[in-house]
């Protein structure tokens, strides 16, 4: 949950990926230059106003910040114009190491869940699924020091009537005694703890689970988790109704996507909608409204009030079909297929972060510099993507992460169906239309793969231990070589004038 308030959702469209599409990318803006002395004198006269009555003049003193913070400024502003497919949002969310994070969660929460699901009416799998998309189940939480974030926020552009209750909020969580001064650290825009809270959304609607006296959702998982049924439960949440299905409409069926126009299973079924599988559509939905998420040509679904209750959390279809989607394979307790049963329209789908990994890896090991391997395909990895592209006369150089860039940068660990594009070279993942990239003088694959396609009589001698062995002999020039990236990342070549 980034901002609980629908009318604030605006400002997180960039930071969570939504559906629209575009293969250009946007500069980020640079980090303004923020006055100290501007902020100080805001914060003075903030601490007198009507939103920080509640707080008291040593707590607001306490965590004063001592300076601001111009990134979250940044960020605010920044509105990429590269955003996701909905293949790609949903595969990078709900992939098989997720999915097997979240079979291991319920097993080993089992009594906690089931004494939520007890109170609260809240399916656990669906509590889970919130977990799992906000925060890998409580792996990412976030850096960011609430207390200088929103008070940036509260004196600096644009929003800040929002951003200053949010900071007085802040104030009086830690004041309260629930979570402690050192773990108020979360996204830029203040949302925080395994589930991701605004701070005001905390105050409202946290609760203690663990019977502690305190409302720790940062590291009180059962506080966390019960509090994310709280919000679903005051959201509307119906128990004991599915959240929706995914559906086969008939040959020809016009249709709008519009989940909010809800009707009767039985009007449904009088329409010829069936489940994707071909069964008839269940009634054990009071009423559920159509959603294509990527028109007639894609998965389809019938979605009933949980959904909504998942899209209150944080306004947007995709999000919420990410919960749905993740919450289903983990009741399931299966993680060999991720996918829905209709593909979406699209010859290139989206990378699971293992994939994310090993692309970053390869990239660097081609002597880009991109930072760390993380798995999250952000502005450094896209750039260097394109440039990627750019060299091998790849077109369109859009920066994208796909299914085929995987199979031509990593090679014959990219999935078969996806290695022969003309776009991106034959089955070996070499282009077929430039010359090979000349690598960084720090790459010594990079190096070692240029001297070994080029000289008829070159021969490496490791100069590490840490270089695999396997390519230690000599190679003539007609011979090809490219690396494959291992599960472990070890680099290792492989001829590919021989397919081996």
Not at 152 to 161: A, K
Not at 461 to 483: E, F, G, I, K
Request: glycine share 8%; with cysteine.
């Amino acid at each position: 949950m980034r901002l609980t308030q629908l009318t604030t959702f605006s400002l997180l469209s960039a930071a969570i990926g939504l559906s629209l599409a575009s293969t250009a990318q946007a500069a980020r803006p640079e980090a303004p230059n923020l006055s100290n002395a501007e902020l100080q004198q805001c914060l003075s006269t903030l601490k007198n106003s009507s939103q920080f009555r509640d707080v008291s003049d040593s707590t607001f003193e306490r965590y004063r910040p001592s300076e601001p913070d111009p990134s979250v400024i940044q960020s605010l502003n920044y509105q990429p114009e590269f955003q996701k497919d909905v293949w790609d949002y949903l595969s990078a969310l709900v992939d098989k190491e997720r999915v097997e994070d979240g079979i291991r969660a319920k097993q080993q929460w089992a009594s906690t869940l089931r004494q939520i699901e007890s109170r609260y009416g809240v399916k656990a799998e669906h509590v889970l699924g919130v977990w799992g998309v906000e925060s890998n189940f409580g792996q990412t939480l976030g850096k960011k020091p609430l207390f200088e974030s929103l008070a940036t926020l509260s004196c600096f552009d644009r929003r800040q009537s929002y951003f200053r209750g949010e900071y007085a909020n802040a104030l009086k969580i830690v004041q309260n005694g629930d979570i402690n001064p050192s773990d108020m650290t979360g996204s830029w825009a203040g949302a925080f703890g395994q589930t991701q809270f605004m701070p005001g959304t905390f105050l409202d609607l946290a609760v203690d689970f663990d019977g502690d006296g305190r409302r720790d959702l940062v590291n009180s998982v059962p506080d966390a988790l019960a509090s994310t049924a709280n919000f679903l439960s005051k959201r509307g949440y119906r128990t004991g109704e599915a959240w929706g299905y995914e559906v086969k409409l008939p040959s020809g069926y016009w249709a709008v996507s519009d989940r909010k126009d809800k009707k009767s299973m039985s009007h449904w079924r009088d329409q010829g909608l069936t489940l994707a599988n071909g069964s008839p559509l269940p009634y054990d939905l009071s009423s559920a409204g159509l959603l294509l998420p990527a028109g007639k040509g894609g998965p389809a679904f019938l979605v009933g009030k949980n959904f909504d209750t998942f899209y209150s959390y944080n306004a947007s279809e995709n999000y919420a079909l990410a919960i749905a989607h993740l919450s289903d394979l983990i009741t399931k307790s299966d993680s060999s297929k991720t996918d829905f049963i209709t593909a979406w329209p699209t010859d290139d789908p989206g990378i699971s972060r293992q994939q994310a990994r090993d692309i970053q890896q390869a990239l660097l090991n081609a002597g880009y510099d991109i930072g760390g391997v993380d798995g999250i395909i952000g502005d450094n990895t896209r750039t260097a993507i394109q440039q990627y592209q750019t060299s091998r006369g790849i077109f369109p150089a859009d920066g994208r992460a796909g299914q085929k860039f995987y199979g031509s940068i990593v090679g014959n660990s990219a999935p078969s169906s996806f290695q022969n594009s003309n776009q991106y070279g034959n089955q070996y993942g070499q282009p077929s239309n430039s010359q090979p990239l000349t690598p960084a003088s720090g790459d010594r694959m990079g190096q070692l793969i240029k001297q070994q396609t080029t000289s008829p009589t070159s021969t490496y001698s490791p100069q590490s231990s840490a270089q695999p062995a396997s390519v230690q002999p000599s190679r003539s020039s007609n011979q090809r070589y490219r690396r494959v990236i291992g599960a472990d990342g070890v680099v290792n070549l492989v001829r590919v004038d021989e397919g081996s």
